[in-house]
């Protein structure tokens, strides 16, 4: 039987936490997966990777995802922040990603200009004002392709901070 072409992915890190998301979040990951036909992977320890630079919260661990050897037969992976909760019947993220190859959400779903600007000023505040992307994405749903595992390696062995969300989506 041939791998999988797409899986989803998420990482739950401690007991406490797996207790709940295996209650509250896990049946909608899973109801997910069997909607798109394919696999999910709940990570219960740290994603591998070769790079050398340490991150200070789980949240990098989305950043690994294409060097992580149990995935690497797949060509495109949908990651899920363990805290999130799919509800009804959500669109096919990797349908949705033939024009760009990826595809994030972007976070501005509100509206709000000054929500935005604050946004902006929280996740790129570490790039010159005038290399601010217009767009913030949420990077708690992202669908990415084999092809973007440099891209990827790059956020993690060139960024630091405690969230990977305002340098993964600046190069996405």
Known sequence: ?????????SVVLGSDYRRFYDAHIRPGHERFA???????????????????????????????????????????????DADLFVLGEPL?????????GWLAVDDDTYGVPAQSELGRRWWYGFLPE???????????????????????RGVLDHYGGRWDQGPLSAHL
Do not use: Y
């Not at 039987?1 to 992915?9: E, F, G, K, N, Q």
């Not at 096919?92 to 760009?100: C, I, N, Q, S, V």
């Open 1 to 9: 039987m041939s791998a999988p072409r797409r899986a989803l992915v």
């Open 34 to 80: 069997r909607q798109l036909g394919c696999p999910l992977h709940v990570f219960t320890r740290p994603l591998k990777s070769t790079s050398t630079v340490t991150h200070p919260h789980a949240s990098w661990e989305k950043v690994k995802i294409l060097e992580e050897p149990e995935l690497a037969r797949c060509e495109q992976l949908c990651w899920l």
């Open 92 to 100: 096919d993220p990797f349908a949705l990603t033939e024009e760009k």
């Open 130 to 152: 005038a290399a601010w992307p217009k767009v913030v994405l949420n990077t708690g749903l992202f669908v990415v392709h084999r092809s973007h595992q440099a891209l990827l």
